[in-house]
C-alpha cells in the first residue's frame, strides 16, 4: 500500500497539488518536484536560513518542515517576491547597497528581510541584527546586509506616508 499523502499548497499564488512521502522536506518539494530553486540547502542542522521561505504569514525554514506539515498552506519564496523586470525594494537595495557577493543565502535573506520589516517597519541596528539572525552568510560580514534592509525601510516607510 502507497504510504503517499495528497497534499495542495499555493506557492506564489499558484495552485500545486501532488502526491508525497510523508518525509518529504517542504525544501525538497519547492526545489525539485516544482523547479523552485531560490530557496537553499545550506546545512542539515537548521541554521543556515538559506532555506527560509514565507508559510502562512511566518518565516520557516523549509528544511524543517514536512510538506505533509505544509499541507494546506500558502507559501511565498524569493520568487514571488519579485522578478528581474518587477524588483521589491528590498531586491534593489541589496543590489545597491552590495549586500550579496555569492548569492546562496541571499533568497533567504530576502525573503526573511521582507517578513522582518513588516514586523518591525521601524528597526533599530540592533532589531535588525537580531531579526535577522536565523540566517547565515559566508560572504558579506553582514554589515551591507543591514544598510540594504534600512534603506529598504526608509523607502517602504516614504512610499507608506507619501500614500496617506
Ligand atoms: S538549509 Fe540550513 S536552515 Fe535550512
Ligand atoms: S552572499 Fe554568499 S553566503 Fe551570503
Given at each position: 500500500m502507497s504510504n503517499k499523502m495528497h497534499i495542495k499548497l499555493t506557492v506564489n499564488?499558484?495552485?500545486?497539488?501532488?502526491?508525497?512521502?510523508?518525509r518529504e522536506l517542504?525544501?525538497?518539494?519547492?526545489?525539485?518536484?516544482?523547479?523552485?530553486?531560490g530557496p537553499h540547502?545550506?546545512?542539515?542542522?537548521t541554521h543556515c536560513g538559506a532555506c527560509t521561505v514565507t508559510l502562512n504569514g511566518k518565516s520557516v525554514k523549509s528544511c524543517t518542515v514536512f510538506v505533509?506539515?505544509?499541507?494546506g498552506a500558502d507559501i511565498t519564496t524569493i520568487e514571488g517576491i519579485g522578478d528581474p523586470d518587477n524588483l521589491h525594494a528590498l531586491q534593489?537595495?541589496?543590489?545597491?547597497h552590495h549586500g550579496l557577493q555569492c548569492g546562496f543565502c541571499t533568497p533567504g535573506m530576502i525573503t526573511?528581510?521582507?517578513?522582518?520589516?513588516?514586523?518591525?517597519?521601524?528597526?533599530?541596528?540592533e532589531d535588525v541584527r537580531f531579526g535577522m539572525a536565523g540566517n547565515l552568510c559566508r560572504?558579506?560580514?553582514?554589515q551591507n546586509i543591514v544598510k540594504a534592509i534600512f534603506a529598504t525601510?526608509?523607502?517602504?516607510?516614504?512610499?507608506?506616508?507619501?500614500?496617506?
Open positions: 499564488g499558484e495552485e500545486q497539488e501532488f502526491l508525497a512521502e510523508p517542504l525544501i525538497h518539494t519547492l526545489r525539485e518536484r516544482l523547479d523552485i530553486t540547502i545550506g546545512c542539515e542542522t505533509a506539515q505544509a499541507n534593489t537595495s541589496f543590489k545597491e526573511r528581510a521582507a517578513k522582518f520589516l513588516e514586523e518591525n517597519p521601524n528597526p533599530t541596528e560572504c558579506t560580514g553582514y525601510a526608509d523607502e517602504l516607510n516614504a512610499a507608506k506616508e507619501a500614500a496617506e
